[in-house]
């Protein structure tokens, strides 16, 4: 697959198909991956790739605290800067209103958008997915890495066919996910990310992006 289809192809899928996610196919990701860009190459990524009675049970541990309304785990990180400023705010509530409108969920509606946003947790039927952790002693160019290294690996699953969704909503789960992991202490949970085969008959919208010159401005002489 041309890098610049994978680019485009990309997207936060949250409908997968049960089909089973190849183990060759992850390893080949997870391996291919490793030769994503860190500064001097401190490699500051921790990555559990999980499928199978592992997953089930996380997902269903869970589901199990959803029901029970059972509080958060308090936050190791900050996932947005308290008050968001402009252009953050609107491109957020933007965001908010694609994803839920595409499925028919008003504004108003907190409720349905909570049921919408329950899915995580069951990683929108995928079969497979990575818990990526960042030692609690690392600084932002370090996140910066482990982002770098997420994207890669993303891009990686669409040369095998697959799809992914990331999801900083596992983090208010992370206890219930270290039962099953049991990482080092050391380690923070930045994020989950679902791996999958799309379930094509989900439907959805494309995210949109700011216009080019919001985002970046060429300096040229
Ligand atoms: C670090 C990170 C965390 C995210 N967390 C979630 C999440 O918890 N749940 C979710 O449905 N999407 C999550 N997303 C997906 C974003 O909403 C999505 O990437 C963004 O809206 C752009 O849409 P696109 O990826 O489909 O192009 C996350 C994305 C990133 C990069």
């Given at each position: 697959?041309d890098i610049?289809?994978?680019?485009?192809?990309?997207?936060?899928?949250?409908?997968?198909?049960?089909?089973?996610?190849?183990?060759?196919?992850?390893q080949?990701v997870?391996?291919?991956?490793?030769?994503?860009?860190?500064?001097?190459?401190?490699?500051?990524?921790?990555?559990?790739?999980?499928?199978?009675?592992?997953?089930?049970?996380?997902?269903?541990?869970?589901?199990?605290?959803?029901?029970?309304?059972?509080?958060?785990?308090e936050?190791?990180?900050?996932?947005?800067?308290?008050?968001?400023?402009?252009?953050?705010r609107?491109?957020?509530?933007?965001?908010?209103?694609?994803?839920?409108?595409?499925?028919?969920?008003?504004?108003?509606?907190?409720?349905?958008?909570q049921?919408?946003?329950?899915?995580?947790?069951?990683?929108?039927?995928?079969?497979?997915?990575?818990?990526?952790?960042?030692?609690?002693?690392?600084?932002?160019?370090?996140?910066?890495?482990v982002?770098?290294?997420?994207?890669?690996?993303?891009?990686?699953?669409?040369?095998?066919?697959?799809?992914?969704?990331?999801?900083?909503?596992?983090?208010?789960?992370?206890?219930?996910?270290?039962?099953?992991?049991?990482?080092?202490?050391?380690?923070?949970?930045?994020?989950?990310?679902?791996?999958?085969?799309e379930?094509?008959?989900?439907?959805?919208?494309?995210t949109?992006?700011?216009?080019?010159?919001?985002?970046?401005?060429?300096?040229?002489?």
């Amino acid at each position: 697959m041309d890098i610049y289809e994978a680019v485009e192809s990309r997207r936060a899928v949250r409908g997968f198909s049960g089909r089973d996610v190849p183990r060759e196919a992850l390893q080949r990701v997870a391996s291919a991956a490793a030769w994503a860009p860190s500064a001097s190459n401190l490699q500051p990524w921790h990555t559990y790739v999980v499928t199978g009675v592992p997953l089930a049970e996380i997902k269903k541990r869970a589901g199990e605290r959803l029901s029970a309304g059972d509080p958060w785990d308090e936050p190791e990180y900050e996932q947005y800067p308290p008050a968001l400023k402009s252009p953050y705010r609107e491109r957020r509530s933007a965001f908010g209103e694609q994803r839920y409108g595409a499925l028919g969920i008003a504004r108003e509606d907190w409720e349905a958008r909570q049921r919408a946003a329950a899915a995580n947790w069951d990683c929108f039927g995928a079969p497979a997915a990575l818990f990526c952790y960042i030692d609690r002693d690392m600084g932002r160019p370090q996140w910066s890495d482990v982002g770098m290294y997420l994207q890669t690996v993303m891009l990686l699953l669409r040369a095998e066919g697959l799809h992914s969704c990331p999801q900083m909503a596992w983090s208010v789960y992370r206890k219930t996910v270290a039962e099953i992991l049991a990482p080092p202490d050391e380690l923070i949970l930045f994020c989950g990310m679902s791996i999958g085969f799309e379930d094509v008959t989900v439907g959805y919208r494309r995210t949109g992006r700011a216009p080019l010159g919001e985002t970046v401005t060429f300096v040229e002489g």
